[in-house]
């Protein structure tokens, strides 16, 4: 079974594309370290103060991805939250 994660970011403090890249690098870097996912940035556009995020895990049991992506959505929030972001929309597909 794979779990997809999806996030739509809105960066209030990104003045740059400089900006935005660091928020999301540290998002995705620390999404992988804390809990072995893939992460990418989905939608590459050009606006500052947007972006989405897809998080990837695959396993076994749906009841296992269930938990991780609840967890990772939460700390998602929290790394946002402190980098001057918020997650605006998120949703999990199974496949």
Not at 40 to 62: F, K, M, P, Y
């Amino acid at each position: 079974m794979i779990a997809l994660l999806t996030l739509e970011l809105h960066i209030e403090a990104a003045q740059s594309l400089k900006d935005k890249r660091r928020v999301l690098r540290s998002l995705k870097d620390r999404l992988r370290a804390s809990f072995n996912v893939s992460v990418a940035e989905l939608d590459a556009s050009g606006l500052w103060n947007r972006a989405t995020v897809g998080v990837v895990a695959i396993s076994d049991s749906r009841d296992y991805l269930d938990g991780l992506m609840k967890n990772v959505e939460r700390q998602a929030n929290r790394i946002t939250n402190n980098a001057g972001a918020e997650v605006a929309d998120s949703f999990v597909e199974y496949l």
